[in-house]
């Protein structure tokens, strides 16, 4: 489906194919609470006669979306828990989130941050209000890296990005810049040399992680413009969610992990789905996702082989949820489980392989 701008009312959707008109009534309630944007880039990835398309899931509203559950929590990282000043979130020691900018250029019905971003979100940091943040981050001599986030930072111009980066590099201690976005795949054309030259104004080492969650994502144009940056020098790793009807698939997430690789994306981190609210609908059991993530285990490349992540709720940060491959026996020995889930002692004289 070719659209030349983003989709952002149900009429936009329902003009494209996208709902019915048997629709509406429920998701006039879900357009009423959540933010709807889905770019030209993803609109045209999108198979309306598919009801289980991927890329459609991921961004079309869902009635589903009213279903909350009572674990949800509207700030399901707790990132309030952390805040110190608008805009920073500083829960570990050596880095903090920059919050820049409450704006994507599309919104994922699984959004963490659901209830903070879009038209009716938190908005763009006031002037006074990024002047403390970055007098926070200049006070705390600790931090070495400063992570752009929100919302999408690369929504903002290449102006207010270089303006960013230049206040970071008189920073001294700050040594890594990074980013968290889903541009270059939902709208690539933006990935142009304006905003590269500002990606890279702080003089510090930028990085880049990229959100996608399917490989009909990496599109060519995504491709192109995820080599723009890496050949400009900017680092990039991969971030993804596990989501049930879009990536819960050894297969498919072995195509992503590869994509990336393929890219020059470091596969970093594959989230389990956050406890935001009326997000139930995505999510898989920890057990499933501990699963799939062992399958790609001898399937795919070491290089392709991303993190497992929970988000502990309460703001506790994160905690890598694989499921071990190690078992303590005591006194030293313990037995540990090769890809094809057969057992070995370790150190070998501990004990006789056995089939697990
Ligand atoms: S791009 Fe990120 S912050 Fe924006 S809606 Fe999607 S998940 Fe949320």
């Known amino acids: 489906m070719k659209t030349l701008q983003s989709l952002k009312t149900l009429d936009d959707l329902e003009t494209s194919g996208l709902v019915t008109d048997s629709q509406r009534a429920d998701l006039t309630a879900v357009a009423a609470r959540y933010a709807i944007a889905i770019t030209p880039a993803m609109a045209a990835l999108i198979d309306p006669a598919d009801p289980n398309d991927p890329i459609a ?7 589903a979306e009213l ?10 990282i707790g990132d309030g828990a952390h805040s110190p000043v608008e805009g920073i979130v500083h ?19 699984f959004c963490f941050r659901r209830e903070m971003v879009g038209p009716q979100g938190l908005g763009t940091l006031a002037s006074q209000a990024m002047d ?32 960013i980066m230049e206040r970071l590099s008189a920073i001294d201690h700050v040594k890594i810049v990074r980013f968290h976005t889903r541009v270059p795949v939902v709208e690539p054309e ?17 990085y880049l992680a990229l959100h996608a969650n399917h490989p009909r994502e990496l599109t060519a144009d995504a491709r192109a413009a995820c080599a723009r940056l890496v050949d400009a020098g900017i680092v990039m790793v991969s971030q993804s969610v596990l989501l049930k009807g879009v990536n819960d698939d050894a297969e498919i997430l072995a195509t992503l992990m590869r994509a ?13 789905p956050d406890l935001a609210p009326g997000t139930s609908h995505f999510r898989l059991t920890i057990e499933e996702g501990q699963a799939l993530v062992a399958s790609l285990r001898g399937r795919v490349s070491g290089l392709c082989q991303p993190a497992y992540i929970l988000d502990i709720p309460g703001g506790h940060g ?27 002692a370790y150190p070998p004289e501990s004990g006789q392989s056995r089939r697990g």
Request: aromatic share 8%; charged share 25%; glycine share 6%.
């Open 67 to 76: 279903v909350r559950l009572p674990e949800e929590r509207e700030d399901p």
């Open 190 to 206: 933006r990935v142009d040399a304006a905003l590269i030259a500002a990606l890279k104004a702080s003089g510090k080492t930028t």
């Open 260 to 272: 990336f690789v393929e890219n020059r994306i470091k596969p970093y981190y594959l989230h389990h």
């Open 57 to 63: 899931r991921q961004f079309v509203p869902d009635a």
């Open 132 to 163: 403390k943040a970055f007098a926070y981050i200049a006070d705390h001599p600790e931090i070495w890296e400063v992570i752009l986030t929100g919302g999408d930072p690369l929504v903002l111009s290449p102006r207010r990005l270089a303006s």
């Open 318 to 344: 994160k905690a890598v949820i694989s499921a071990s491959t190690i078992e303590d026996k005591g006194g030293g020995c313990y037995t540990v489980s090769d890809f094809n889930g057969e057992a070995h």
């Open 91 to 109: 829960r570990y020691p050596d880095r903090v989130l920059l919050k820049a900018v409450h704006v994507c250029p599309v919104y994922c019905r």
